[in-house]
């Protein structure tokens, strides 16, 4: 009988005990994706845990910190050999094809399509693009967050001048003529203190010339396009302002320089009270888009993180609800505003935003700025180039084209060598 008792006892008393949670696992690295300071690099996703394991009560959604940016690839694959992948992780643009080729991320356009409270549509499309294998193939992750480049203007040093801020539909010749005004030497040692720009490169030019540089397959290039080769020749003309003087980057922090294309992450780090001190100490400073050539458009590449879903998961459908919560959930998407250097990826958060929460809290003193502009450029941006073969390619290419704006190779014919160097190497 009282062994009776006490079988009966352990049974009651097992059915008291709490289940035991599933664990879901997330990838990520500490750090800041865009090459800014960031305080806290977790705050966001800690935020979003706390909330989804209030609605999970048997969730417990962990991370390992520490892992720098630099060493999170190795650390994944590391993690991969082991067949200890986590559920979901982050995915740095340019691993994102190492992972589909390897069958690494589960496809989720089923489970897009059978949630009903889940809508493609409500992000940018830029940004969203970026998880798609190709223009119609595949979607393998979905978009945490995204900067995309603008054009940075010293305030300080145009009013100086008398040149007024450029308009958002401004031009190359817009640009240059600006350039040329303003590139001299102000303090009469014969030698040039004050710039045009610094950081300009021949493939922001291209951006905005209204061509592609590779076919979408990557198996044909466009350098001896007209509108290719106008942007070179606009890229060197930009050069020359500069009288054989290399501009630097400290040219640019103390006030010396008109413009500087930058990601918007680092307006938005730099901008504020303490980092806008330490960083641009005497000059104001504004944004505005990248200015068009004669047949393109005021358009800016965007950068994106991503995140997606380890196909090997046994927690499938709890990793997409997660998934949703860092990517898709409105409450939290608007929370990146103040918690990440970056931008949210669903629409109809920055356009609602106000000027302090997106541009810090002395924006409303500024002008030629406002959120509906910046959702704008999100809306109109540009999806990289990401075949297999491109980063081969564009080194090719970049080593030539640097040629040509130093003036070590004669033009003639330059960009048909080169479209045809590059397209050897593509078929390959």
Avoid at 57 to 64: M, S
Avoid at 364 to 393: C, M, W
Wanted: with cysteine; net charge negative.
């Amino acid at each position: 009988m009282g062994l009776l008792f006490a079988y009966l006892f352990v049974f009651l008393a097992l059915c008291k005990m709490e289940p035991q949670p599933i664990i879901l696992r997330v990838g990520l690295f500490a750090g800041s994706n865009w090459d800014v300071p960031q305080g806290n690099s977790y705050a966001y996703i800690d935020e979003v845990i706390a909330k989804f394991e209030a609605e999970h009560p048997n969730v417990k959604v962990v991370y390992q910190s520490g892992i720098r940016k630099e060493d999170y690839s190795e650390w994944l694959a590391g993690k991969a050999l082991a067949g200890e992948m986590p559920d979901l992780f982050l995915i740095p643009q340019n691993d994102f094809n190492l992972y589909t080729n390897r069958g690494a991320l589960a496809p989720l356009d089923t489970l897009a399509k059978d949630d009903a409270n889940f809508e493609l549509a409500d992000f940018y499309p830029t940004p969203l693009a970026y998880g798609r294998s190709s223009e119609a193939g595949p979607l393998y992750a979905l978009p945490v967050e995204c900067v995309p480049r603008l054009m940075f203007v010293n305030r300080t040093l145009l009013s100086r001048e008398g040149i007024p801020l450029p308009d958002d539909d401004w031009t190359w010749d817009d640009f240059l003529s600006i350039c040329q005004k303003v590139t001299r030497d102000t303090d009469g040692d014969g030698r040039l203190d004050q710039f045009g720009v610094y950081g300009y490169t021949w493939q922001d030019a291209v951006i905005t010339s209204g061509q592609k540089l590779f076919r979408a397959d990557g198996k044909a290039s466009y350098f001896a396009n007209p509108r290719i080769e106008d942007a070179i020749r606009f890229t060197i003309a930009l050069h020359q302002t500069q009288q054989g003087q290399t501009v630097q980057e400290r040219d640019f922090d103390l006030g010396h320089v008109a413009f500087r294309p930058f990601s918007f992450a680092a307006y938005r780090t730099y901008q504020p009270y303490p980092w806008r001190i330490k960083k641009a100490t005497n000059f104001e400073w504004d944004c505005i888009r990248l200015p068009r050539g004669p047949e393109g458009k005021n358009t800016s590449p965007i950068r994106t993180l991503l995140m997606g879903i380890n196909a090997q998961t046994k927690q499938r459908q709890l990793a997409w609800e997660f998934l949703k919560a860092v990517c898709y959930e409105k409450d939290n998407q608007q929370k990146l505003l103040n918690l990440s250097a970056a931008l949210p990826v669903r629409r109809g958060i920055i356009e609602n935003a106000t000027s302090a929460e997106l541009f810090g809290p002395a924006a409303d003193e500024k002008s030629g700025r406002s959120p509906q502009a910046v959702s704008r450029v999100i809306e109109e941006g540009s999806l990289p180039d990401r075949f297999p073969q491109y980063s081969e390619a564009i080194l090719l290419a970049d080593r030539e084209i640097q040629k040509l704006i130093q003036g070590s190779l004669t033009e003639t014919n330059a960009m048909n060598r080169l479209q045809k160097e590059v397209n050897d190497l593509l078929l390959k």
